[in-house]
């Protein structure tokens, strides 16, 4: 059978340690758009943010929280999700926004094969976040 999807796009869910910070990311530097910001059980803040069709939900845990750190190291530090991409038309210019405003770049512009070029950059929790560009 399989889904029936009513939404051509995934949601994606962080839960961030620090989430002044993880705006200053997603929304500042990356230019996501604040959809809303929902109060959640347990405390917890969902701060909603539109990527094209998809939604990218910063969770703020509340202050009786105890969560685990992920794994560091990437792709080949845990098995699991370690990382999202995002299909781009300007990665020169992500990329030196990233650098200046001081995350980490896990994997400096590459190209792939000819006319696929990617960088991966860490957000604000070490997070891997890949940009592809094509063409």
């Known amino acids: 059978m ?3 999807l009513a939404k051509d796009s995934i949601d994606l869910g962080i839960v961030v340690t620090d989430a ?8 500042d530097l990356l ?7 929902l109060p959640m059980p347990g405390h917890t803040t969902m701060h909603r943010l539109s990527c094209g069709t998809s939604v ?3 969770l703020e845990l509340g202050p009786k929280a105890t969560p685990v750190a992920a794994a560091p190291g990437g792709i080949n530090g ?5 990382y999202f991409t995002m ?4 990665l ?9 405003g001081g995350h980490t770049i896990a994997v400096p512009v590459t ?3 000819p006319g696929i070029s990617i960088a991966i950059v860490e957000d604000p929790d070490g997070n891997w976040v890949e940009f592809v560009q094509v063409g």
């Open 87 to 90: 299909t781009i038309t300007n």
């Open 78 to 82: 845990a098995f699991g999700y370690r």
């Open 2 to 4: 399989g889904l029936q």
């Open 56 to 58: 990218v939900k910063l």
């Open 92 to 100: 020169e210019e992500i990329v030196a926004a990233c650098i200046a």
């Open 111 to 113: 190209a792939l094969r």
């Open 20 to 27: 002044e910070r993880s705006l200053a990311f997603y929304r």
């Open 31 to 37: 230019g996501f758009e604040v959809i809303d910001v």
